[in-house]
């Protein structure tokens, strides 16, 4: 099975501060994206890494950054959380084939005070 | 660029009926994939159920299908004997032929009540 995992379910952070947010998959999928989700909103993208080195913005960017060195493990990074950052982090990962559907890690809910 | 549209944000059943959420979706593509996501509460997002548009056959999965409109650009999601375990945020998902790009597109979602 294919396993996405994220390095925190549950993240307090206060307002300033750097955050990470790691994600691994296990299964080579070369797309990966980060996702954020609020009540009402579905799922927005932030950003998106279709290889190694290789990222593209999503709809909502801004606030934050990606670094995707190796090809399991894609980072979201918050430069200077703030409160507006509060929300669930979702990180997804697909092969390259089209029609493949994405699979979920489990989501980081993070919390900027 | 590509929406979906989910217009009920809530839904209930009552337990071994059977509830239909709606999702449309706009496109100016011909070839396209959507899919049904399920959200149980505070779990991981996993597919339910996903539809190649170039198929005519209405996709089934168990007590899952869909109900694939093409002209209409619809595609619901109908699940039949519901169960407790039911209970989760849906959603419904664009995926363009597109290689690269933002190729994915979400809708709002619909959270489901299963009511025993």
């Known amino acids: 099975d294919v396993k996405v995992t994220q390095s925190s379910r549950y993240l307090v952070k206060r307002t300033g501060e750097k955050v990470f947010l790691e994600c691994v998959q296990d299964m080579d999928h070369e797309n990966m994206f980060w996702y954020r989700q609020d009540p009402g909103l579905g799922l927005r993208l932030i950003y998106f890494s279709y290889d190694v080195k290789m990222k593209e913005k999503g709809d909502i960017p801004e606030g934050y950054s990606v670094s995707r060195e190796k090809k399991e493990r894609f980072s979201l990074i918050l430069e200077s959380a703030s409160t507006n950052q509060t929300s669930m982090y979702l990180c997804?990962?697909?092969?390259?084939?089209?029609?493949?559907?994405?699979?979920f890690g489990p989501g980081t809910r993070l919390t900027v005070t | 660029a590509q929406t979906v549209t989910q217009s009920q944000p809530e839904m209930s059943v009552q337990e071994a009926e059977t509830v239909t959420l709606s999702c449309t979706y706009d496109t100016s593509e011909s070839d396209y994939y959507l899919f049904w996501y399920k959200q149980p509460p505070s779990r991981q997002m996993i597919l339910v159920i996903r539809?190649?548009?170039?198929?005519?056959q209405n996709a089934t999965e168990n007590r899952f299908s869909v109900n694939f409109q093409k002209a209409a650009k619809s595609f619901s999601l109908k699940i039949s004997d519901s169960q407790l375990g039911d209970a989760a945020m849906y959603f419904c998902?664009?995926?363009?032929?597109?290689?690269?790009?933002?190729?994915?597109?979400f809708g709002p979602g619909t959270r489901l009540s299963v009511l025993p």
């Open positions: 998902a664009y995926r363009s032929e597109v290689r690269h790009g933002q190729n994915f597109v």
């Open positions: 997804a990962s697909t092969p390259e084939r089209v029609g493949y559907e994405q699979y």
């Open positions: 539809q190649e548009a170039y198929k005519q």
